[in-house]
């Protein structure tokens, strides 16, 4: 087996011995069924979609994504462990993407598990399920750049709870970025290119067109850009660490 | 073979190493001796990959540290300061995340666990959390990780530490057994050590190497070396007698117990002198030793000797 191999099967495994998996998996899953049904009037838009299900998941996200990022490097250094897992004949690279792909893993499974509700708009209606494959694709997207986020910052510090506050930090900024209100209150004092490239830069923005059912290559783009783009940034700081 | 060349490693304005050249070869187990703080781990953690020089090179088998990382950590097995592991894990996941991320095909793979864990005795412990296991335990694991490949280079931070007598006297027993044919670099502050393990060994104190030599060469410096001692009540008129004796540099009177040290003037024998003489004197001397020299002396010595004059600059910089 690869050694990215490796670590996504030793990071998984972490994930299920400890009760984390199990908690972050019920919350979630408690959660976004709570927001769709009550905060998202599932029933009174009288709809068969999953659009109010979707609107909610990067609020899911910037709580529960952190949690699980957290400990993703920030333990390794205040443990020790990250010295043993440096001096394995593996690169930063490696490391870096099998901790990230289990993590994005973890939450494909979360994501999967919510199907009842899919089954559920199935059973009330005729919904199109091209759209909602659509926007099961995009919101698993977006949380692979809130966990990509999570990763590099995670390795910023030895402090869980620093790691978590800075990643929940950088993600409510991505998505309030794209929000009309937000934009609405800069317009007049900002210039306008600066707004547009905030909207782009936002989550939000590039995520509603995918829940709505319109894959467009630039959104998944910028999505698999953005993962890219804190991935390099977090091996850059491991990398940064062990010179300094 | 482990050689470094200048190695140094800062840390804003501290040097952590200083310009540290070494070469162990093949049979050697070189022992890094120095004071808490002296750079022993830091320069171990530059040959292993995990910090980067600020100057200079180390190799392992021959692979450049810094420009060939992966072939260098695979001749390497390395157990860290503390022989950290992942605590939620039991033993057998633990070696077998080892063995995957070394890329055993999986034949070779169960065949290195299984002779690992025998060696180890870690058998009944295999389906154990780490973090559950007693800290002896522990350090047999962290063993284990870092022999599993079999490597030529053996690289060990202080392996023996906190450790009770027994387990020292297995750890040792162990890093005897796979000495005869590898490199061995270990770490240490417990001069006990050296004498059980070591056929070299390094002193290095404010990260630069202060002394290189065998054990034996090391007791020689000492004032120690060749000194006899002995026990034997109401001596104190030979006492005078010893110190008339040419040989004869100094006598040394322990106020707790009374044992008397007789030091020799340099590359002078005095044993046989010293015992004719009580003899003559008709003394009953309950026990006589020669003395082979003391390391923990000649340690003191070549690491404080530094401490006064060229780093004390150091000291205010920092």
């Known amino acids: 087996m690869s050694p990215v191999g490796a670590v996504i099967r030793r990071e998984l495994r972490s994930y299920f011995v400890t009760p984390v998996a199990y908690v972050f998996l019920v919350i979630f899953l408690v959660l976004s069924g709570i927001l769709t049904f009550y905060a998202g009037d599932f029933y009174e838009r009288g709809q068969a979609d999953l659009q109010p299900f979707f609107v909610m998941h990067p609020w899911l996200y910037l709580i529960l994504v952190p949690a699980i990022t957290m400990r993703m490097w920030a333990e390794e250094a205040k443990g020790g462990t990250l010295e043993l897992l440096l001096t394995l004949p593996l690169t930063l690279w490696q490391a870096m993407l099998g901790k990230f792909l289990a993590a994005w893993l973890f939450i494909g499974i979360a994501l999967l598990l919510t199907f009842p509700i899919w089954i559920t708009v199935n059973y009330l209606g005729s919904p199109d399920n091209g759209v909602i494959m659509a926007g099961y694709l995009g919101s698993w997207l977006m949380a692979g750049t809130f966990v990509a986020i999570g990763a590099c910052l995670s390795a910023v510090t030895q402090s869980q709870v620093v790691a978590f506050i800075l990643t929940a930090l950088v993600c409510v900024l991505l998505i309030l970025a794209g929000q009309q209100q937000v934009l609405d209150f800069f317009h007049g004092t900002l210039p306008r290119q600066l707004i547009r490239v905030a909207m782009e830069l936002s989550m939000l923005h590039h995520f509603e067109a995918i829940a709505r059912g319109v894959l467009d290559l630039r959104d998944m783009l910028y999505f698999v850009l953005s993962m890219v783009g804190w991935l390099i940034a977090g091996v850059l700081v491991l990398d940064l660490k062990r010179m300094r | ?318």
């Open chain 2, 1 to 318: 073979m482990i050689e470094t060349d200048r190695l140094t490693r800062r840390y804003g304005g501290l040097i952590a190493v200083d310009a540290l050249s070494m070469r162990v070869e093949p049979g050697q187990v070189l022992g890094l001796l120095g004071p808490n703080g002296a750079g022993k781990s830091t320069a171990m953690r530059m040959i292993a990959g995990f910090l980067v020089p600020t100057s200079g090179t180390a190799t392992v088998c021959g692979h450049d540290v810094v420009r060939e990382p992966l072939k260098a950590k695979r001749a390497l097995g390395y157990l860290p300061e503390g022989a950290p592991n992942y605590g939620e894990m039991t033993v057998r996941e633990f070696l077998q995340f080892v063995i995957r991320v070394r890329g055993f095909k999986a034949d070779t793979g169960f065949r290195r666990f299984d002779e690992v864990v025998q060696r180890l005795q870690l058998e009944e412990v295999l389906e154990q959390c780490i973090e559950t296991l007693s800290k002896g335990l522990r350090r047999r694991v962290g063993l284990a990780q870092a022999i599993l490949h079999d490597p030529p280079v053996l690289m060990l931070d202080e392996p023996t530490d906190g450790l009770d007598p027994n387990q020292k006297h297995a750890v040792r027993q162990l890093i005897d057994v796979m000495a005869r044919d590898r490199t061995i670099l270990i770490s240490t502050h417990l001069l006990e050590e050296v004498h059980a393990l070591c056929n070299r060994v390094v002193i290095i104190a404010r990260g630069r190497l202060l002394a290189d030599a065998t054990p034996a060469e090391l007791e020689r410096q000492s004032r120690y070396h060749g000194a006899v001692s002995f026990s034997a009540p109401g001596s104190g008129m030979s006492q005078e007698m010893l110190g008339r004796l040419p040989q004869v540099a100094a006598i040394e009177v322990d106020p707790l117990d009374g044992r008397v040290t007789v030091f020799p003037r340099r590359g002078e024998r005095i044993l046989e002198a010293v015992e004719g003489l009580l003899r003559a004197q008709g003394l009953e001397v309950s026990e006589i030793q020669l003395e082979r020299g003391r390391l923990d002396e000649v340690f003191r010595q070549i690491t404080t000797a530094t401490e006064d004059a060229p780093a004390s600059s150091q000291e205010a910089a920092a």
